[in-house]
């Protein structure tokens, strides 16, 4: 069993930065098990969708839309993922979720992942 805890989300004009936070709890078996850590998005009346996905190796995955601006860290020794946004723009407002994945490689594709947090909103006004 793995616990998230997201926090960090706030409210920023267009252009400005942002940190996103996740802490994560487990047993040591239940770390170990984690091949993939993602954070994910979404918005009202939209689908969550994937924004960018860090494995054990280090190697990182990024939407589209996250590319250039936003990214994925991860400190081992703290057991927290990061997403560091920047040149933020209004249709980054959404939830943001960390997610975890046991099974085998990373993907953007929310439903490969177990274990969810309870989101941390972001607000990016015009």
């Known amino acids: 069993q793995v616990q998230l805890v997201e926090s960090g989300g706030g409210s920023v004009q267009a252009g400005g930065s942002l940190r996103v936070s996740c802490a994560t709890f487990?047993?040591?078996?239940?770390?170990?098990?984690?091949?993939?850590m993602g954070w994910f998005r979404q918005a009202p009346g939209k689908q969550r969708e994937g924004v960018a996905t860090?494995?054990?190796?280090?190697?990182?995955m990024y939407a589209d839309s996250a590319k250039g601006r936003f990214t994925i860290s991860q400190d081992n020794a703290k057991n927290t993922l990061y997403l560091q946004m920047n040149s933020l723009k209004p249709e980054d407002t959404a939830m943001y979720y960390c997610?975890?994945?046991?099974?085998?490689?990373?993907?953007?594709?929310?439903?490969?992942?177990?274990?969810w947090g309870q989101g941390t909103q972001v607000t990016v006004s015009s």
């Open positions: 860090i494995s054990t190796d280090g190697s990182t």
């Open positions: 487990g047993s040591p078996y239940s770390i170990y098990s984690i091949n993939c």
């Open positions: 997610a975890v994945r046991t099974g085998y490689g990373c993907s953007l594709w929310a439903p490969d992942y177990n274990y």
